[in-house]
Structures are given as C-alpha cells and as structure tokens.
C-alpha cells in the first residue's frame, strides 16, 4: 500500500490504516510531510479533550468510561494516551491491547499510547500530530490523556479544546497541592474516587482555588452537571469569552458514576466555546504555537545538520570545553552566526 | 549581597550562598548570564556521576549511601535529584529537608531537588547549570540523581562523566526491559534490592545486552568491584577509549552493601577516562551540545519576541488554523524568514 492508499482508508477510519497512519506521523518517517498536508484539510472537525492529572487518579479508567459513555450515545472516541514516564513502547502497547479488549469488536473507539520521543519539545508534536490523524479520521471526540508532569498540562492545554484535571483525595499534602499555574487550564474539574475520605477538602481546595481566580460559578452546592449546564446559560446570556465557570464534579470512574456528567460537562462547555467565538481563538492559539515549534525545531535541525554551522559549534565547544568561554557566550556567538 | 559577593562565597562553598547561586542559575534571573560567565572558569573539576533508574529502584537512597562512602573517605559531594514527575517545588523542598538531616552537621554534602521547568529543553539545561555551580564550588563529586523516563536518561549521560543505571528485580516483565539505547548510556549497572527474587535474571539480562552491545568484560561470576578493577586494568593495557567494560555490581542500598563497591567502580571508570584520554572527548561533547541548546533556545526566545517574526507567525498561524495550509508548510515558511 502506497501511502495515498494508507490516507484514502485511514479517512475512512479503516482501523488498521489509522495505525499506519500514525505510525507515520509519529514516528516523523520520510515524506510524512506529504502525509499531513494531505491530512490536514480534514481536521478541525473533533472535539478534543485533554485529561490529565497525578498518577494513581484513576485516569484511564476514566477515560475508559468516558469513551463508552459517547458510545452509548452514537458517538465515535479516539483515544491518544501518553505516558510521558514510560520510555517502552513494548509497554505501552501491552497496556493498548488489555484496554482495547474493553472496547473489542467495537469500531468506534481507537486507542493509541505513546512514550515520549528522545527530541526536543517531541511530546507535544508528535501528541498533535496522533491528535490530527484521529480528526481527519472522523472520530467525533479525540481525547489526551497524560499524566500530570508540570509541562506536559502546560502542552495539553495548547492542544486540546476542553481541558478536564482529575484530582483524588488522599495523595497526601505535598502531591495535592495544585498549582495556579495548573489551575488555570482546566475547563472542568474531577475529584475521583469520590468515596475516599479527604473528597470534601479537595472540593474545597479546588473551588477555593478558582474563587481566586475569579473563575468560579459561584454554585456553593455539590457541583453537578447542572452547574455546567447553568453555567452555560450564564455563559450564554454573559458579554464575551472567558465567561466559562469550570464545574468540580465527582466521579466513581470505576463503577462508572459520574462520567456521565463528566461528558455533559466537556459538550457544554464546547458549547459555550462555540457561543462565545472563543473556539475560533484558542483553535489559532494552537496553530501558531505549532508553527513556531515547527519553525523552531527546523531551525534546530539545520543547525544540527548544516556543516558550516557544525563547524562553527564544534569550534565554539573547544573553547567552553577548555573554559576559554562559557556555554552562554558561545551559544550567543552561534546563533549570531545562523540568524544574522 | 550583591551577585559578585554571592559568587565570592559560593566559591569557597559556603552554603547558603551555594544555595542562592543556583536559585540565580536555575530560575535564569536576570544577570545570570554574568554569574555564569563568572563561576564557568571554575568548574571541570568535579567528577560528574549521574544515576538513573526506573520508580522503585531505590535510587534516592543509593545516592545518599554513596554520598556517605565518598564523605568516609574525605571527599564532599553535591547532589542534584530531578524529577521529572514532580511539578511540585514545594515537594522537592520538603524532601531535601527530610534528605538533608541524614547529612545535618555535614558541610561536605549539599542536596537541591529539582522539578522540570516548564520551557523547551528545560531540564537538561537547568540541570546543566546546577552542576556547574556544585562544580565551580569545589564539590569533589557532584551526583546527579533522576528517574528514568526515556529523554532523562540521554540527557544525563550528555551531562555526566560516569553514567550508573539502577536496576531492580520483580518490576514486572514489561517494566524491566532494558532498551538498547539505555544499555549504551551505561558505565556502571547496579542492580539494588539485590535480595529479591529474579536478581539473577536482572543480572543475566543486563550480561546479555552488554554481550550483544560487544561491551561486557567476560567475568561471569558474580560481578563486584574487582570486575571494574579488572576491567581497568584490561583497559589501561587496551589500545585506545571504549576500552571500559560495564561492570554489573549488586547492592543492598538500605543496609550499605555494597555501595563501596559502586563508588570504586565508578572511580574506576574516571581512571579508565582519563588514561583513555576519553574525558577530553566526553566534555567537549557535552560543551558542543550545550552550545548548540543555548543558540537554539536564542533563536526560539527570538523567534517569540520579534515583532515581525511575531507578527509573520500570526498570519501563518490564521491560515493554519482556517486549514488553508498545514503547520509544516507554515513552519517552513517561519524558518526562512527568519535565518535567511
């Protein structure tokens, strides 16, 4: 199969092309250029979700169950899971074939894991890249799942459309701090494993969190579905963007309690993206983010690649080796030389 | 305390002014390029030795074992523990205290946990910097210690003079896979908890991918320091560099076994560096990469603060976005615009 054949069937979901098809991408082989021009045109259509969170919250299971749950309702799932901790990919797709059997005979859920790349920023592209591939397929939802590692939520947020953070109670105080920083990219919020003790702190560790950010709905409640729904309308009938009030739901991923509410969560708050033109501004946020790491990393490689400015590093190295220099001056000395 | 008066200080290794420099260091403060150039002079002393291994494997404690064998002999260590999985400094924070009162009342060791910052390249760059802090302070041996997690372990061995990978028994087959690319990295193997089940499989594994590699010794009893002895002594008699065999050493962290075993062999190997002339070689590698990151990390800083870059990468990013062309097609554009 030539590779126009791979992307003709991969479009028409054919599982095993899909598969090709990201291997390709992910794996950068020669002329996957051409692959993603011809891809590309056909994105834009999925809803995509970032899930992310400390290990041990329950995310897979979650996102398991949230994959049935748009299934239940007609909806096709692509799932992309990246484990930024494990460099074996062996591993990965050991872990892909005990999830798929959860999902056998079904057509509509494609799961995918990645490790993460030996290159620079390689997680967030080639994640993009699988992401693009699940779009241009068709699937309806494409969702990211990755552990939470400081800058890999940073990437998930420039990625995905609705950012869900899973917390769990009961990690203990230093892991459960969370970050404002990390606060501030998430769109709906997920205490799991509800029926742990420490639950209502957590809640309340969150919603805190957000009333500083002046980002909460103000729904002092247990937090549902309907605080989202209700924050929609509120969204609706409110001026602009950023009138979004992320909703702190409780799940039981497990049993499957919750995720229900957890997908209502992540369609409304699409919906109040789409409302509030605000889809159209983070969709261009992701595309120009790409394209400097795209320019970024091709200038990095022909610095890698090109022999006068090899040289020109291997000269400069000497000197920082013998001390004669240090590597600052001599990185400055270099991109003089590539840029100027 | 202005920056002259700190770096004065941390020349003489006092330690909160050690402390500071790398807080200067690590968070790019401005003027850090000028504390940089200062203290770079200085370093090249110290032996680098970095230790990796997967979650579990007993690391931390491996470390702060073999800082006490180095501190018995009259040496002083720094120590630099990175967690990639930790976003959390607060965390890292709490865990050096916990840490430092192993080593309270001692000078001669300092420990600084480090997250990962959230910028392209971050980690090994700050990483960098710290260790040449803890070099230009007068640290004999500066210890980097960190999990393994794909992208670490290559930056680790760019950065240090030895490399010791930590391996345990019972993680489960699919964890315990030594990828090729990880054995090479490797100067000296330890396999801790050397009391459960399945070290003898550990250690054959290991054997069997350095057989493969063409690196092991050929002393199949059960390794110890004498091997990496030997080893040097096959090694100093041998032609020429890549003359060292790996040595597969087995400790019980807890208890101290066999950590002066590990602390010989990797003395051992910077012996075997230097007689092979390999040290030369290893640090201009690691000056060479080092310049190359820093004038792509310009290049990239450039790329996000020029207003007419800024403002093409915009444009582009409008068209990706409406998907009139693919982020590669922008990236390319980008590029040319900004090094021709």
Redesign the interface.
Known sequence: MDWQEIVSRALSREVRAVSRLISIVEDRRAGF?DV??AI??R??RAHVIGITGP?GSGKSTLVDKIAAEYRSRGKTVGIVAVD?????T??AL?GDRLRMQRHSLDNGVFIRSM????H???LSRAT?GVVDVLDAAGYDYVVIET?????S??EIASLADTVALVQVPGLGD??Q?I?A??MEIGDVFVVNKKDRPGVERVVAEIRMSLDLAGKYSGHHGPATAMAAATATATATAAIAANAWHPPILQTMAESGEGVAEVCEACDAHMRCLVTDNAL?ER??????S???????????R???DDARTLGA??G???K??R?E????????D??EL??S
Do not use: C, H, N
């Open positions: 250029e993603y021009a590309y045109p994105t834009g290990p930024p901790t494990s460099p074996f062996g591993g050991l490790g993460t790349r030996g620079l920023g390689g993009s552990v939470g590692v400081g800058q939520e940073v230093d892991i701090v970050k920083g990390v159209v969709r261009f946020r992701r595309a120009r790409e394209t400097m790491k795209i320019a970024s990393d091709l200038i990095w022909g610095l890698a590093a291997e400069l190295a000497w920082v080796a001390r220099i240090d590597p600052y001056a001599a990185g400055r270099l991109r590539v840029v």
